[in-house]
């Protein structure tokens, strides 16, 4: 059902309507760019902020979700008599009950729905069961108390036993066979990444209230309308009887842009119980059942010629969308196809289904796995050639997206990020130095890279309001997922409206009270909404000086809107202050309406970046540090250098985390239930992990076709090449390229020895 | 594979809930005699379902309450009290959103029952303000955009209360180790360790907080 919501290759919106009048791009800015601290900073700080699992309603009961506890196996027995009747508990839902009946769980890829509670389970965590009791602690009572037989049936969480499912996907241009023929060097490398887990802090999970037969959801999501669907879609109810609210959420990575199986069953717990329930998942639940990056083997052939130019790229990969698929899986070839400039290319993706959790969307998907193989190829390929790693990718930057027809790109940021990256970096100096002796081994490595999405794209409406007092609402459907979108937005009107970002209130994520956004995920948030906050703002003072231009009989082309008031550009003793204009006296509000025009034809819009780091081995322990790293790209404007930065450190750090430490353990040989489901041994960055030297480079280029704004997204590029840069500069550190990932210190001290190198 | 096996759940068993309760109260005595030693009354099962009364000291206010000894500090205080600043991230103490200060120290509230709190000061991120006004660590935090979808953010708050505390001019160094038991998945680490840095000198300036 949800397929149209791929958020990262949005559909033609005819429906859009055109722009009314749209601003020119901005000569230069008081307030967009510069950094100010998040708007919402002090609700964050203070504990004023009320997030979904915040939320406490009046007679709320709390739920909980029975889950199989195997890979693969079939309920032979459920008996809920005992759970029944321990003090506190309200309602048991089981697969049998009526109120389940019909309700089926319809994931992404178009198999067939599953009941919204299973008897058939395939992977570990599946909801079998629901209680809602008077306190959590009676509600985890009660599922304990349910007495289930199962049939353990036999699984496979393992790839390289799963069967794939049915023929691989191919792309394909060129000739690679004559590709490789005219090449002078050809390398074929195998690589492997492991899966990843989203793990955001706020957990998942929602607060829901029936209200006759209208369901109203606080839910930590990233996207309200999207989520608004699928309630009534599930629930056979009319959107109109479906409010979703998330203004403030903790995080999501990708994995909340889909509502959970859980909030259905949370919503018909509700209903039976006739009461709010507060239903939200435990870490180890969350770590089984809400999504990851899926782990892929690939292996990529590549053709360079002695002068660097590359001739073939062959690339297969087979990776699992666990035992359905939530969205997130696919894109490993994404990179392959795009990044460099390449006449022969064929790529053959296959998936194979598994008895682990379903995938979701996480931050770039396929993208930081892509890159893991392509940017490690690209370094060998370099030192084959005899070629600086930045110099043989600077021989192949194309200027057009080759998978999409040659469409040009706006602009193309590849280049000045690695050019620019690298003078910053001290790259030349840290290449050449000379080689140390003991045991504590240097390296430096970079990774470039393209986000497929990033320009976003219609629809969005927005809208503007101007108080009698001068101040503003602003009202945007949009999620602030943590990536400043409130901050931006303010900051928009108040250099449009020449107001203080003080004086304007916000509101969004709700989808009683906004307009519809698409989801916050893909990078395409800021590119997408952008353009209509401004355009919002601009139709208030559009309006402004209409009045006035009216009511004191002016040349509005003359006017302008500064400090609170219309002023005239010629005669300075002109100034109308704003709160004091009839049509404002008369309105009390003056409303600006903004839609996102569609995105410039025959061109592709792609954010860039180039990342650059240094790392120190320890060849006796197998320990790696990550020292510094510098990163630059290419997101077109800056509205907030603040929260762009601190994006940019984030996306590395978590970077960071995808090349040593993250990843999902199966049991696959015996159970095949994951045996690290907690963050102790699924190791997730801390502030120790994150370099303390970190600098971040805005590559501006001016893009003025991509939208009004020329703001590009940044969340997704920002950890795309960190992993890839890691290995290559583990590599340069040691000798040994590692290309199974975590690089693990137990992975670097087998590889060394398997080199017989010093250990 | 493919054999069958059965796997009856263990709850369902021998455990009755009046002899599982029975054992968690057994625990909730050993920690009330650890909170006795602090010099306050030993918590009394006054309720038949083994509710327990307490007198929880949070941000100055004294809450007089019937808790289940199972019952988390954390569940508590978001839960009961609505002190909702205190978050919820993992409850088995591995990602430190539930940080808060007891007597003074930087504990992590899901690894503490409310009935060990009892007779302690517990100090959260809501008690950090004066009226409406931040306090110098809160204010550190939203100057050097210490944050990003601001879950952790007040545990990480009171993190850096906590370490400030115990050493008032932490290195860059000390304070990347003192944040270490507190999890950001955004990862706004070098913005939170520059503000934890800021907020020592703002606190030096203001004199003892």
Partial sequence: ?759 | MGRKRKHPEKAAGGVTRRGFIGSVGAGAVAAATGVARRGESTPEITDPEGMVQVALRVNGRTHRMLVEPRWTLLFVLRERLGLTGTKVGCERGECGACTVLIDGLARYACMTLAVEAAGAEVTTVEGLLDGEELGPVQKAFVEEDAMQCGYCTPGQVMAAEGLLLANPSPTFEEIRRGMSGNLCRCAAYPHIVKAVDRAATAKKKGGPQ
Avoid at chain 1, 65 to 84: E, F, G, N, Q, S
Avoid at chain 1, 322 to 346: H, K, M, Q
Avoid at chain 1, 714 to 740: F, K, M, Q, S, W
């Fill in chain 1, 1 to 759: 059902m949800t397929r149209d919501a791929k958020y990262w290759a949005p559909e033609p919106t005819p429906e859009t309507p055109e722009p009314s009048g749209y601003p020119a791009p901005w000569k230069k800015t008081e307030v967009v760019g510069k950094p100010l601290p998040r708007v919402d900073a002090y609700q964050r700080v203070s504990g004023a902020a009320v997030y979904p699992s915040d939320l406490i309603l009046p007679d709320m009961l709390y739920g909980a979700v029975l889950r199989c506890p195997h890979a693969h196996a079939r309920v032979t027995k459920l008996d809920v008599t005992a759970a029944a009747k321990l003090p506190g508990v309200v309602v048991i839902l089981t697969p049998t009950s009526p109120e389940t009946e019909g309700i089926t769980w319809p994931y992404y890829d178009g198999t067939e729905p599953v009941p919204i509670l299973s008897t058939t389970c395939t992977f570990e965590g599946e909801p079998v069961a629901a209680v809602a009791a008077e306190t959590p602690q009676q509600a985890a009572d009660a599922v304990r108390a349910v007495t289930v037989e199962y049939e353990i049936l036999p699984q496979i969480s393992d790839l390289a036993h799963a069967t794939v499912n049915g023929e691989p996907q191919v792309y394909a241009r060129g000739d690679t066979a004559a590709g490789f023929a005219e090449a002078d060097v050809v390398l074929e490398r195998t690589y492997r990444t492991a899966c990843e887990i989203q793990s955001p802090m706020e957990l998942h999970g929602c607060v829901v209230r029936w209200d006759g037969n209208h369901l109203t959801a606080w839910e930590s999501l990233q996207g309200v309308f999207w989520m608004q669907m699928q309630y009534a879609q599930v629930l056979g109810l009319p959107l109109a009887s479906v409010t979703v609210n998330a203004a403030y959420m903790g995080g999501g990575f990708g994995s909340k842009l889909t509502i959970s199986r859980e909030s259905i069953i949370a919503a018909l717990l509700a209903r039976k119980a006739a009461r709010p329930v507060k239903l939200f998942l435990s870490r180890e639940e969350a770590m089984l059942v809400t999504g990851n990056r899926p782990g892929v083997d690939m292996t990529l052939k590549a053709g360079v010629k002695s002068d660097g130019t590359l001739t073939a790229f062959e690339f297969t990969d087979l990776s699992s969308p666990g035992a359905f698929s939530e969205g997130g899986e696919g894109l490993n070839d994404w990179l392959i196809r795009d990044l460099y400039t390449c006449p022969n290319v064929r790529c053959e993706t296959s998936f194979a289904t598994i008895n682990a959790g379903p995938v979701r969307p996480f931050r770039a998907p396929g993208h930081p796995q892509g890159a893991w193989a392509l940017e490690q190829m690209m370094d060998e390929l370099a030192e084959a050639v005899d070629l600086d790693p930045v110099d043989l990718r600077l021989r192949n930057v194309p200027s057009v997206s080759q998978a999409r027809g040659n469409r040009p790109y706006t602009t193309t940021g590849l280049e000045p990020c690695m050019v620019e990256g690298a003078k910053a970096f001290g790259w030349q100096a840290a290449r050449t130095a000379p080689a140390q002796t003991g045991h504590i081994k240097r390296g430096v490595g970079m990774g470039a890279c393209l986000w497929i999405a990033g320009g976003g794209g219609p629809p969005s409406t927005v809208i503007v309001k101007l108080y009698s007092d001068g101040s503003v609402n602003l009202n945007m459907g949009a999620s602030d997922i943590g990536t400043g979108t409130k901050t931006w937005a303010a900051m928009i009107v108040a250099e449009e409206l020449d107001v203080e970002v003080g004086r304007i209130q916000i509101e969004n994520a709700d989808t009683r009270a906004t307009q519809f956004a698409t989801s916050s995920g893909g990078s395409k948030t800021t590119p997408s909404d952008s353009p209509a906050v401004r355009e919002a703002a601009y139709n208030v003072k559009k309006k402004l000086i209409e009045m006035a231009a009216e009511e004191h009989d002016l040349d509005p082309t003359d006017l302008r809107l500064a400090d609170g008031a219309v002023l005239s550009r010629s005669d300075p003793s002109k100034s109308f202050p704003v709160t004091e204009l009839q049509g404002v006296r008369r309105q009390r509000v003056v409303v600006g309406v903004g839609y996102r025009g569609p995105n410039p034809e025959g061109k592709v819009v792609c954010p860039f970046a180039a990342q650059f780091c240094e790392v120190e081995v320890n060849t006796r322990t197998g320990e790696v540090r990550v020292l510094r790293f510098v990163a630059a790209h290419e997101s077109g404007r800056v509205l907030n250098r603040l929260t762009f930065d601190n994006q940019v450190f984030g996306g590395i750090t978590m970077g960071i985390g995808y090349a040593l430490t993250e990843q999902r353990v199966l049991d696959r040989d015996q159970t095949g239930k994951m045996v690290n489901v907690n963050l102790h041994d699924y190791k997730i960055p801390t502030a120790l992990d994150a370099p303390a030297d970190m600098s971040s480079l805005a590559i501006d280029l001016h893009d003025t076709e991509c939208n009004t704004t020329g703001a590009k997204g940044l969340g997704e590029p920002v950890t795309i090449p960190t992993a890839a840069a890691v290995a290559n500069a583990i590599y340069d550190a040691i000798g040994v390229r590692i290309t199974d990932g975590p690089i693990t210190a137990d992975r670097i001290l087998m590889a060394l020895e398997a080199q017989g190198k010093e250990a």
